[in-house]
């Protein structure tokens, strides 16, 4: 006796395929990625499309921004303060700002203020325009038109400006609670205009002339003055009065200041704004007014010195004259006394010292006035008196040593000396001062004024389409692999077979053909119209293909089988169940089979539409034998088949379909054909499907691909399994067309294999 082989071996192979499915499971299959991508190039292409057109309307909806420059050279700022003193001090107290000190200087109140006020940047006066895209249509048709006209109105709006318009106001006083406020200006005609405020007129006035208005309740009056008005009548205009805080801030905004290289003193200041023009005069009067500022401030620094000079002059001179005198007094009473060289030697030593040491102290004095006590230049000069003191103290023992003739004549004529030497030079630098205070410059210098840019450097056009372009394209694929991981239908045929233990007879393409069929299908039909169903229309087209092969596995498949039903449904509505009947009829037909279509579901039935047939005189009144077998069939000849329609929809579909004589009806037509389809209602949404399974050899479940959740499919085949139906297979339908040969799943191959013409 042969011994049977062993299982072991079997199993030992099974184990290992499904072991090395499982790692193929995990791996990332890149050509699945970019099949998945191709396959959603639909949804790709329409959010880069969409984001393409709003980067494209930004780009010229965007208000252009235009850019001015100018050029400052910051000079070393020496200090003309006692400027007969370097050689005294040794270059010590000069001076130097530095140039981040400049720039914060321009950016100051003081600067930007004055700015503001020069060129009533705290005014805003702007034509006002339709929302959104309405600033972009006047800037297209000023475009187009001719220089200094004013466009028409469109869309019969004239209170919107729609390209030409523009207004100059000088003057425009509000109560302060009004400020930051909008407030309209309504062209009446080209000389006179009105002021509305919360839809109320509050001024009337003219071009050229200030117009003012003391309101009721308000302390300040409303005044305005309008140099220039070009606009239609009834244009309306946007003024705003910003308060000084809210205009320097976005004038700072909108400066921009900075070194021209390391170390070179030349500033670069650039203003950006929707105007070329305003951008150029912002720039210059900035550049004018901080040149004003630094020759005022220098002349300030001299006028300053001259005033401590001036006040120290005439006290120099009293006691250059107190000790002339006395001098003179005591060599009259004393008689001329010569001194020898010695005492000479000390005189002037001594004279050298105390008119440096008086010197230092009036420097001292000067810098007192800017400066503490504990600034470095005070420290540095207490130091030089100390010294200076210390040897003037040394040159007083040697005087002391002298006889007392020679030391009353010695400190007499130092007197007169150390006076006569300070009152002298302070004498030249007093007018050395009054000469550069008069030619003052200051050391800021204006290199290049700002002219009028050619081309915004705002918005970039090209920059933004391109940005716009490549954020689209990856909100598409991030939408792409997002839809994908939203979804939880089941998109391999393989996860059927291995979760629910169910073959899967054949897995079926979607077609574009069907889709045309569809819409065809809507339109009335007319009689003698032929069916329209797939598998007469293209013969060739894959789905048809596939239920072939379905065809040729149910042929193996009935082999066995106690009748010859097919029952066809499906877990939900709207997967094709009945396409695939209705085709895989026609495709049993074609292989020489006698086919009987009979359309099972009388809740929503509609294949009598595909059939160009009505619903009358069928399945319902057979049942309830209002009608003969006879007359319930239909021939099909164009599709070689015989059809059974619903019939009048009963009220009650599952007690119709209990009732034996349904089945008495279907193993009457089953002797007479050689195979009857049956198109049930779907298995989760009414018990039909349950009661005519049982009366059928065979049911085949059709799934849309993506369409239904394990737990759904699981569901469906439990409850047809309770209910004693034989499931024998899968139909895996509206497989979607992917970009590689292998289809919706690892395991879907389709080819294209037409005959030749």
Same mark, same amino acid.
């Given at each position: 006796m042969t011994r049977p082989l062993s299982d072991t071996p079997l199993d030992l192979s099974r184990t290992h395929l499904d072991h090395a499915s499982d790692l193929e499971d995990d791996e990332i299959d890149l050509g699945e990625l970019l099949g998945m991508l191709a396959d959603s190039k639909g949804l790709i292409i329409t959010i880069t499309l969409v984001v393409l057109l709003l980067g494209v309307a930004k780009s010229f909806l965007d208000q252009p921004i235009y850019k001015a420059d100018g050029l400052l050279q910051i000079k070393e700022n020496n200090s003309q303060s006692m400027a007969g003193l370097e050689a005294l001090t040794g270059g010590f107290f000069e001076t130097k700002t530095p140039v981040q000190a400049e720039i914060e200087l321009i950016k100051s109140r003081m600067i930007l203020g004055k700015?503001?006020?020069?060129?009533?940047?705290?005014?805003?006066?702007? $034509?006002?325009?339709?929302? #959104?895209?309405?600033? &972009?249509?006047?800037?297209? %048709?000023?475009?187009?038109?001719?220089? @200094? !006209?004013?466009?028409?109105?469109?869309?019969?709006? $004239?209170?919107? +400006?729609?390209?030409?318009?523009?207004?100059? #106001?000088?003057?425009?006083?509000? /109560?302060?609670?009004?400020?930051?406020?909008?407030?309209?200006?309504?062209?009446?005609?080209? @000389?006179?205009?009105?002021?509305?405020?919360?839809?109320e007129v509050i001024l009337d006035g003219e071009v050229g002339k200030l117009a003012s208005r003391q309101l009721e309740g308000y302390q300040q009056p409303v005044k305005i003055f309008v140099a220039q008005l070009r606009a239609r009548p009834d244009t309306q205009f946007t003024l705003i009065r910003r308060s000084q805080g809210e205009a320097i801030r976005q004038l700072k905004e909108s400066l921009s200041i900075a070194e021209v290289g390391k170390g070179t003193g030349i500033l670069g200041l650039t203003v950006?704004?929707? *105007? $070329?023009?305003? &951008? #150029?005069?912002? #720039?210059?009067?900035?550049?004018? !007014?901080?040149l004003q500022q630094n020759v005022e401030q220098k002349s300030a620094e001299s006028q300053k010195t001259l005033e401590f000079l001036e006040k120290q002059l005439p006290d120099l001179k009293e006691q250059l004259e107190t000790a002339t005198t006395t001098l003179n007094d005591y060599r009259t009473h004393k008689g001329s006394i010569d001194l020898d060289l010695e005492t000479q030697n000390i005189l002037t030593g001594a004279v050298e010292l105390n008119t440096q040491l008086t010197l230092l102290q009036q420097k001292r004095d000067e810098l007192r006035q800017r400066f503490t006590e504990s600034h470095p230049n005070i420290i540095a000069i207490d130091k030089q008196i100390n010294r200076l003191q210390t040897q003037l103290? +040394?040159? @007083?023992?040697?005087?002391?040593?002298?006889?007392?003739?020679?030391?009353?004549? %010695?400190? %007499? *004529?130092?007197?007169?000396?150390?006076?006569?030497?300070?009152?002298?030079?302070?004498?030249?630098?007093?007018?050395t001062i009054r000469v550069a205070k008069a030619g003052t410059v200051g050391n800021v210098r204006i290199i290049d004024y700002a002219l009028v840019p050619d081309l915004p450097v705002r918005p970039k056009k090209l920059l933004i389409i391109a940005i716009a372009l490549v954020t689209g394209l990856i909100l598409g694929i991030v939408a792409a692999f997002l839809r994908r991981s939203l979804s939880h239908g089941v998109k391999d045929p393989d996860v059927i077979e291995k979760s629910l233990n169910v073959p899967v007879y054949a897995a079926i393409q979607h077609s574009k053909d069907q889709k045309q069929i569809e819409k065809k299908l809507k339109s009335?039909?007319?009689?003698?119209? /032929?069916?329209?169903?797939? +598998?007469?229309?293209?013969?060739?087209? %894959?789905?048809?293909?596939?239920?072939? *092969?379905?065809?040729?596995?149910?042929?193996? &498949?009935?082999?066995?089988?106690?009748?010859?039903?097919?029952?066809?449904?499906? $877990?939900?509505?709207?997967?094709?169940?009945?396409f695939v009947s209705t085709n895989l009829a026609v495709v049993m037909a074609d292989a020489g089979k006698k086919i009987l279509l009979i359309d099972g579901d009388l809740r929503r039935g509609n294949i009598h539409k595909s059939l160009r047939l009505g619903r009358e005189n069928g399945l319902s009144e057979l049942i309830t034998r209002s009608i003969g077998l006879d007359v319930a069939i239909k021939s099909i000849p164009q599709a070689n088949i015989d059809f059974i329609p619903t019939g009048e929809i009963p009220p009650n579909p599952s007690e119709l379909l209990l009732h034996e004589r349904f089945g008495q009806l279907l193993e009457t037509v089953s002797k007479q054909y050689d195979l009857v389809i049956v198109d049930s209602p779907p298995v989760l949404a009414a018990t039909d499907a349950a009661i005519i399974g049982r009366l059928a050899s065979a049911t085949l479940m059709v799934i849309k691909a993506g369409a239904h959740p394990v737990r759904e499919l699981e569901q469906s085949m439990k409850k047809l399994v309770q209910a004693g139906v034989d499931l024998k297979g899968a139909i895996f339908n509206n497989i979607p067309e992917a970009s590689s040969r292998h289809g919706y799943g690892q395991y879907v191959y389709q080819y294209q294999y037409r005959s030749e013409k």
């Open positions: 700015t503001i006020s020069n060129l009533h940047l705290d005014i805003i006066a702007e $034509p006002k325009f339709f929302p #959104v895209v309405g600033e &972009a249509i006047a800037r297209q %048709l000023q475009r187009f038109s001719e220089e @200094d !006209t004013i466009s028409n109105p469109l869309f019969g709006l $004239p209170q919107y +400006a729609w390209g030409g318009e523009s207004i100059q #106001v000088d003057t425009l006083e509000l /109560p302060n609670s009004w400020r930051d406020r909008e407030i309209i200006l309504q062209a009446v005609d080209e @000389d006179r205009f009105t002021l509305i405020y919360e839809d950006e704004s929707p *105007s $070329p023009e305003e &951008a #150029v005069r912002i #720039v210059n009067e900035i550049a004018n !007014t901080y103290s +040394a040159y @007083d023992k040697k005087i002391g040593s002298l006889p007392e003739t020679q030391q009353a004549i %010695l400190r %007499l *004529s130092r007197d007169v000396k150390v006076n006569t030497e300070l009152y002298t030079t302070l004498l030249n630098h007093a007018q009335r039909a007319s009689p003698g119209d /032929p069916p329209l169903l797939l +598998a007469l229309e293209n013969k060739e087209d %894959l789905a048809i293909e596939s239920l072939r *092969s379905l065809r040729t596995t149910l042929h193996f &498949a009935f082999l066995e089988a106690r009748n010859n039903i097919i029952m066809i449904t499906g $877990p939900s509505p709207g997967i094709g169940k009945s």
